[in-house]
């Protein structure tokens, strides 16, 4: 059997395979002496948001630990998408990588067409922290706990709608996964972000929002939303008088805001390494797990391979929810 030919009559093979060989000795020689120049590290959405706040807090701490600059650059646009394809596609050679959020893992089943893929297109540094999320509502609702909620909705078909952070977001996935377990007439009313979603419930004209825990943290402590449940395994330290929903007898309900950094797939397994050693040690300083909480999330700052078991199984669940409730974004 002949060997494939390219348009001159020439076998393509050995000239592919020298390419690949040498591109693999000059990214094994560039994670030696890693980082030797300015690495790029970008957001998918615009400045002053959660994501971007912890992206800046590590890209500064990685240029104090490493010498080079770490720098931020915002690309938004498509809810993540836009700029998770721009990052699938360069060289992975370490010198750009992507801090993350849950979108990142929900899109592909969200949207019609996206371009990348979460696993294949990407290796996982590290979860940097998490956020719950929670239930509030405004004062005037009667309910005081999630299952007085449940009642309250189930006695009052059609009357009750929560708002959320725009559709496909986390808070609205666990929205859907709350209105789907009870069967609920509950409607979810899509906003443009977080702070007018609170804002509507706050003025009581949507009466219930899911929303992330930073966006609503003042709020309630100042009394202005009533929290009733934190959709996470364990209190959350900015609330810990609320109880999550698995004390009160609401299982599987769990809806983390993920915060992670990931790299072109084919960045040398030394960088990535590396990358996770200094966003370890940089979660576990006082100061960072201070300004970590100040914003309503936790320091995680697990392993590559834990993170990728992550982002699969989230990729599952969400992935789930998106069906069942039959959403889609074209």
Avoid at 106 to 125: E, G, I, M, Q, T
Wanted: with cysteine.
């Amino acid at each position: 059997m002949m060997a494939p030919t390219n348009i001159l009559g020439r076998a393509p093979w050995p000239r592919l395979c020298a390419t690949a060989w040498l591109l693999s000795g000059v990214l094994a020689s560039s994670a030696q002496n890693y980082p030797s120049k300015p690495v790029r590290v970008v957001v998918g959405f615009p400045a002053g948001g959660p994501t971007d706040a912890i992206a800046r807090i590590v890209a500064q701490k990685l240029t104090d630990h490493l010498g080079q600059q770490f720098f931020v650059e915002n690309i938004g646009g498509a809810g993540g998408n836009t700029a998770a394809g721009q990052v699938a596609r360069v060289t992975p050679d370490g010198y750009t990588i992507m801090v993350v959020s849950t979108g990142f893992v929900v899109n592909p089943s969200l949207y019609a067409k996206v371009p990348y893929d979460p696993v294949k297109d990407f290796a996982p540094v590290t979860l940097v922290a998490v956020s719950p999320n929670v239930v509030v509502v405004n004062p005037q609702v009667p309910a005081k706990t999630l299952p007085e909620l449940v009642q309250l909705v189930r006695d009052n078909p059609g009357k009750y709608s929560f708002a959320g952070p725009g559709v496909g977001s986390t808070p609205h996935l666990g929205g859907e996964l709350f209105r789907l377990a009870f069967k609920l007439d509950l409607v979810h009313v899509p906003f443009t972000g977080a702070a007018p979603a609170i804002q509507a419930t706050i003025g009581g004209h949507t009466p219930i929002a899911f929303t992330a825990l930073p966006p609503a943290l003042s709020a309630v402590q100042s009394g202005q939303l009533r929290a009733l449940g934190v959709a996470s395994t364990e209190r959350a330290a900015g609330l810990p008088d609320v109880p999550t929903f698995a004390e009160q007898g609401i299982k599987d309900q769990e809806a983390d805001t993920l915060t992670g950094i990931v790299a072109p797939a084919g960045t040398p397994k030394e960088i990535v390494d590396l990358l996770h050693r200094e966003i370890a040690r940089i979660v576990a300083q006082p100061d960072v797990t201070q300004r970590l909480t100040t914003l309503g999330f936790k320091a995680i700052a697990n392993t590559p391979d834990q993170f990728g078991a992550r982002i699969k199984l989230q990729m599952d669940k969400w992935g789930k929810v998106v069906r069942d409730a039959k959403l889609r974004i074209e």
